[in-house]
């Protein structure tokens, strides 16, 4: 038995240290493999099937909404770089150049992509010449390097996979309107798809993106009660047009520059579902992303019939449209157990002798460990109708998580003593002065995450400094 336990023992408990948990599940899941290049993963088939299914999800959705797909350069001419001030000033400490080719010294430094901005700009400005082309609605799947200082798997790399959507428009408006629909893509997939509720909003002028005229954000709660950033959508203006001469000849033969959205969601959303989800037994993955729906796993395999019938059950399952697997290894069925909780596979189907005889199998949910005995008659049904629930139950888990770790506070005193005791989000009025703004940051390390479209008035002036309040801002500890 003291082996059945070792997969599990090795995790640290979330209470006890929530960081090396995390750690602890990222390789015991085999999600990914640290790598002899500083601050860059290795993705294993487990984490990667994940990504494939976001992957796969987002691309229908982005492709629904009229969007097609494109590939950009990984080289960005310094040059090109630098044509966007306010862009290249915020990206200047995480770009990496490329210096030299074979033996070459080249003439103008190459930056690897740190996001694509300045690549779709030039593509346009050569492509855009009349109304008739717009809108341009491009995406792309690629990966982006930041040479960050601290890296943790999926949360932070040096590299890492994302999609960048850009769009170019004909009037301010389109523009706007695509900015929040995308955003409202990326909401709607966190929640349908991941069982993870976001909080919905614009970012503050200090914390949207380089370039950016305005940044919206999705803001997760985890666990810890710290919040992730999930994917950003940003409405850039006329500001790249302009620094990139994009301009088109309206129906009046008059030019206009056009304007520019841009939105994106990475690997980091990886990270989202192991700390919304995840339990000191490991990943629990929403069967709507799970590459593993249902492991069937035989009882006392070497008696006769029992492996037949659990290849039997394999096929059924499959043939319902279930992604099943079979674990036919000769490990005990109880590390057997353990390693389908940890990887996070929604149920287990276990079949052995008994249940033979009685025309039955046990399905084991790995949201609860409820068991329920099944008729092999009813099995796929049976099967699909747990799936639904379980993917009912997370995201009402994940909701009543965040609503218990949201909190109110209508004075700084409050603020600070919620900051300091309490883990999550905190509402609160903000006059709009970025020197509030600092303040906050500088007296509780918390950040603004969003101003929520949702607006509450909970005090008439700012908590910080007395001024009139303008908007109530979702503040927390953010990684």
Same mark, same amino acid.
């Given at each position: 038995m003291?082996k059945?336990?070792?997969?599990?023992?090795?995790?640290t408990s979330?209470?006890?240290?929530?960081?090396q948990?995390?750690?602890?599940?990222?390789?015991?899941a085999?999600l990914?493999?640290?790598s002899?290049?500083?601050?860059?993963?290795?993705? !294993?088939p487990n984490?990667?099937?994940i990504?494939?299914?976001?992957?796969?999800?987002?691309?229908?959705?982005?492709k629904?909404?009229g969007v097609?797909?494109?590939?950009?350069?990984?080289?960005?001419?310094?040059?090109?770089?630098q044509?966007?001030?306010?862009h290249?000033?915020g990206?200047?400490?995480?770009?990496?150049?490329?210096t030299q080719g074979g033996?070459?010294?080249?003439?103008?430094?190459l930056?690897v992509r740190?996001?694509?901005e300045?690549?779709?700009?030039d593509?346009?400005s050569?492509?855009i010449?009349s109304?008739?082309?717009l809108?341009k609605?491009?995406?792309?799947?690629?990966?982006?390097?930041?040479?960050?200082?601290?890296?943790?798997?999926?949360?932070r790399?040096?590299?890492?996979?994302?999609?960048?959507?850009?769009?170019?428009h004909?009037?301010e408006e389109e523009a706007?309107?695509?900015t929040i629909?995308?955003?409202n893509?990326?909401a709607?997939?966190?929640?349908e798809?991941?069982?993870i509720?976001v909080?919905k909003?614009?970012k503050?002028d200090k914390?949207?993106f380089?370039g950016a005229?305005?940044t919206?954000?999705?803001?997760?709660?985890?666990h810890?009660?710290k919040a992730?950033q999930?994917g950003?959508?940003h409405n850039f203006?006329?500001?790249?047009a302009?620094?990139f001469?994009i301009q088109y000849?309206d129906?009046?033969?008059?030019l206009?520059y056009v304007?520019?959205?841009s939105?994106?969601m990475?690997?980091?959303?990886?990270?989202?579902?192991i700390?919304?989800h995840g339990?000191d037994?490991?990943l629990?993955?929403p069967?709507?992303?799970a590459?593993v729906?249902a492991?069937?796993i035989?009882?006392?395999?070497?008696k006769?019939?029992v492996m037949?019938?659990a290849a039997?059950?394999?096929?059924v399952?499959?043939e319902?449209g279930?992604?099943v697997?079979l674990?036919?290894?000769?490990?005990?069925?109880?590390?057997?157990?353990?390693?389908q *909780?940890m990887?996070g596979?929604?149920?287990?189907v *276990?079949?052995?002798p008994?249940?033979?005889?009685?025309?039955q199998?046990?399905i084991?949910?790995?949201?609860?460990?409820e068991?329920l005995?099944?008729?092999?008659d009813?099995l796929a049904?049976k099967?699909?109708?747990?799936?639904d629930?379980i993917?009912?139950?997370?995201?009402? !888990?994940a909701k009543?998580?965040l609503?218990?770790h949201?909190?109110?506070?209508?004075d700084y005193?409050?603020?600070?003593?919620?900051v300091?005791?309490?883990?999550g989000?905190?509402?609160?009025?903000?006059?709009?002065?970025e020197?509030c703004?600092?303040?906050?940051?500088?007296?509780?390390?918390?950040?603004s995450?969003?101003m929520?479209?949702?607006?509450?008035?909970?005090?008439?002036v700012?908590p910080?400094?007395?001024?009139?309040?303008?908007?109530?801002v979702y503040?927390?500890?953010a990684?």
């Amino acid at each position: 038995m003291a082996k059945e336990k070792k997969l599990v023992e090795s995790i640290t408990s979330m209470s006890e240290d929530f960081a090396q948990w995390y750690t602890d599940v990222v390789k015991k899941a085999e999600l990914v493999e640290y790598s002899n290049v500083r601050g860059c993963m290795i993705i !294993r088939p487990n984490g990667y099937a994940i990504w494939e299914n976001i992957q796969k999800e987002l691309d229908r959705r982005f492709k629904e909404t009229g969007v097609e797909n494109v590939y950009m350069p990984m080289f960005i001419p310094e040059s090109l770089l630098q044509k966007e001030k306010d862009h290249v000033e915020g990206f200047a400490p995480e770009v990496a150049w490329v210096t030299q080719g074979g033996l070459e010294t080249l003439p103008e430094r190459l930056c690897v992509r740190p996001t694509s901005e300045t690549l779709f700009c030039d593509f346009y400005s050569r492509i855009i010449q009349s109304h008739r082309d717009l809108p341009k609605l491009y995406n792309q799947w690629c990966s982006v390097v930041r040479w960050e200082k601290t890296t943790r798997p999926f949360l932070r790399s040096a590299e890492f996979l994302w999609q960048e959507g850009h769009t170019a428009h004909a009037t301010e408006e389109e523009a706007e309107a695509r900015t929040i629909q995308m955003l409202n893509v990326y909401a709607d997939f966190c929640e349908e798809e991941l069982a993870i509720p976001v909080i919905k909003g614009r970012k503050t002028d200090k914390e949207k993106f380089a370039g950016a005229h305005s940044t919206y954000t999705i803001e997760a709660l985890m666990h810890d009660g710290k919040a992730l950033q999930s994917g950003t959508s940003h409405n850039f203006g006329d500001g790249f047009a302009k620094a990139f001469d994009i301009q088109y000849s309206d129906s009046q033969n008059q030019l206009q520059y056009v304007h520019q959205t841009s939105w994106g969601m990475s690997t980091r959303i990886i990270g989202a579902l192991i700390m919304v989800h995840g339990d000191d037994s490991g990943l629990k993955l929403p069967p709507r992303i799970a590459p593993v729906q249902a492991m069937v796993i035989p009882i006392s395999q070497r008696k006769e019939g029992v492996m037949e019938k659990a290849a039997s059950l394999r096929d059924v399952l499959k043939e319902a449209g279930i992604r099943v697997k079979l674990d036919d290894s000769d490990k005990s069925p109880g590390w057997k157990f353990s390693e389908q *909780e940890m990887r996070g596979i929604p149920i287990r189907v *276990e079949i052995g002798p008994k249940d033979m005889e009685q025309n039955q199998a046990v399905i084991v949910r790995r949201d609860t460990r409820e068991k329920l005995v099944v008729s092999l008659d009813e099995l796929a049904e049976k099967a699909k109708e747990i799936l639904d629930c379980i993917q009912k139950d997370m995201l009402a !888990r994940a909701k009543e998580h965040l609503k218990e770790h949201t909190y109110v506070a209508r004075d700084y005193e409050e603020f600070k003593k919620i900051v300091a005791e309490k883990p999550g989000f905190v509402k609160m009025m903000w006059c709009g002065d970025e020197a509030c703004e600092l303040k906050i940051k500088e007296d509780t390390t918390a950040t603004s995450r969003c101003m929520p479209f949702e607006q509450e008035q909970i005090t008439d002036v700012c908590p910080v400094c007395g001024k009139p309040a303008k908007t109530m801002v979702y503040w927390g500890k953010a990684y």
